[in-house]
């Protein structure tokens, strides 16, 4: 009698035992499990819809980037040192528009991602004669950074050096004649070169501001009034 019990009170153990509670367990896991997934499913799916966002405002307008400067630096902790990059970037529309910024990250193509967001951020307009080069001569200063803008005659060309070229070129000045006097550091260097570039000011801006025609401020120059009303209606800004 003691053996048919023990086989019938087997059985049970076999079909209910502790095999469901391991079981149980599992499923307990599997749900966790598929939680977590599920919230790394729904940041995914917010980072795309961020970036179908920035793709839909950005695909309207043509810019040019440039990359200026790639810079590695390292933070030096416990267990080595961490190595991340910094990126200056220089975006324009080359139409009168540009803009720089800088972006920080572990990786360079994030790094860059960053820079060029914050320079569309950051772009400003600028005062072109002829849409081809400045209405006048300028002096920036950043820093221990001194540029000196000139404006140049048509075929003249973009005379400039490094991060200044970059930003003529997406500036969209064909030409200008440029100078560096002090500091070699880029970021340096581009800030005052957008400090020259912001003090730029056109002929019509000035006769708005002083309540006066733009052929009159031109034939001042001892051009006469039929050359300045001429050079008064090829200006556009």
Known sequence: MADETNLEGAAPVEATGGEPQR???????????NDRG????GRGRRDD????????E???EEL??????????SKTVKGGKRFGFAALVVVGDGKGRVGFGKGKAREVPEAITKATAAAKRA???VALKEGRTLHHDGKGRFGAGKVNVRSAPAGTGIIAGGPMRAVFESLGVADVVTKSV???NPYNMIRATFDALTDQTSPKSVAQRRGKKVAD???RGGASQVEAEAAAEAITE
């Open 123 to 125: 772009m400003v307009r």
């Open 182 to 184: 002090g500091t070699s």
């Open 23 to 33: 079981e149980g367990r599992g499923r307990g896991r599997g749900r966790g499990g």
């Open 49 to 56: 819809r961020r970036g179908r966002g920035n793709n839909d």
């Open 38 to 41: 599920g919230e790394r499913g």
């Open 217 to 219: 401020l031109l034939g």
């Open 64 to 73: 040019i980037e440039k990359l200026v400067h790639i810079n590695r630096v």
């Open 58 to 60: 950005e695909g309207g």
